[in-house]
């Protein structure tokens, strides 16, 4: 087991208990680590898959119950203000900053070349880059640790094209520049960043036709649980990754694309 007992994770985007957030945090909370995570109703919903109110306390609670103490708060990562906010709120609940942090929260509405907008290439742009980018510098200039971890979660867009998700891999790619770009600089403050795709996963936005097509797809014959980042991430954020940094992983067993 991979003991995290004393580290402190940050992990946005966790509003769902099928969600790909929560299994990151329940990977974490069950090796030791304390949370916080980040939540915002109103995107999901706007989404077909849709949200209960309660969700993010269910999910609290199934955290605390293994053990460790966790902490949540409601943010649209689209304002600029709520970046400091949420680091704010990790020194006032836990006395302390987070040692993970896990870039999870994303904006995903379909568009492409005929029907992409302004505000929409916007909306992805804020949460993608923008949220993503000013997380990282402000774990970053908050960090005073000895050993520190960055996990941004992108997409295959670089595996086959998505041309119906124009904004989404546009804004998903300059992830994994920020995560190259970065990793060299962080590795003097004794920090790791890397990126994971975790492919098609089910995650509670497929329908049946969309599983049925997937399927045919996936080699192993399943389709991609958020079990399986999670426990990817838990290996990163580990101290026998500390040797990693700078690198993309496609986690997505084999998965097929359209034109292989």
């Not at 109703?41 to 898959?49: A, I, K, N």
């Not at 070349?113 to 993503?132: E, G």
Request: aromatic share 8%.
């Amino acid at each position: 087991m991979t003991s995290l007992k004393g580290k402190l994770a940050l992990v946005t985007g966790v509003s769902r208990t099928k969600g790909i957030g929560a299994a990151i945090c329940r990977k974490l909370a069950a090796n030791g680590a304390n949370i916080i995570f980040t939540y915002w109703t109103d995107y999901d919903e706007e989404m077909p898959w849709g949200i209960h109110k309660d969700e993010p306390s269910i999910i609290q609670e199934e955290l605390n119950s293994l053990g460790i103490n966790c902490a949540k708060i409601e943010l649209d990562l689209k304002d600029v203000s709520s970046i400091k906010r949420v680091f704010d709120f990790s020194k006032e609940q836990f006395n302390a900053y987070p040692d993970i942090l896990v870039n999870n929260a994303a904006y995903s509405v379909n568009d492409n070349i005929n029907t992409i907008t302004k505000d929409n290439l916007d909306h992805h742009y804020s949460v993608n880059v923008r949220a993503t980018t000013l997380l990282c510098a402000e774990f970053v200039n908050r960090f005073s640790k000895d050993s520190g971890r960055i996990i941004n979660i992108t997409t295959g867009w670089s595996l086959g094209q998505m041309p119906e998700e124009l904004s989404y891999v546009l804004t998903k790619s300059s992830v994994e520049t920020l995560t190259y770009t970065l990793s060299s600089t962080l590795a003097e403050k004794g920090i790791t960043i890397n990126a994971v795709n975790p492919g098609p996963t089910d995650s509670g936005w497929m329908n049946d036709k969309i599983k049925k097509d997937l399927l045919t797809r996936f080699p192993a014959g399943r389709l991609g649980q958020p079990e399986d980042v999670a426990k990817l991430i838990l290996f990163l954020v580990s101290e026998e990754a500390q040797w990693i940094t700078g690198q993309l992983i496609h986690s997505e067993g084999g998965f097929r694309n359209a034109d292989d």
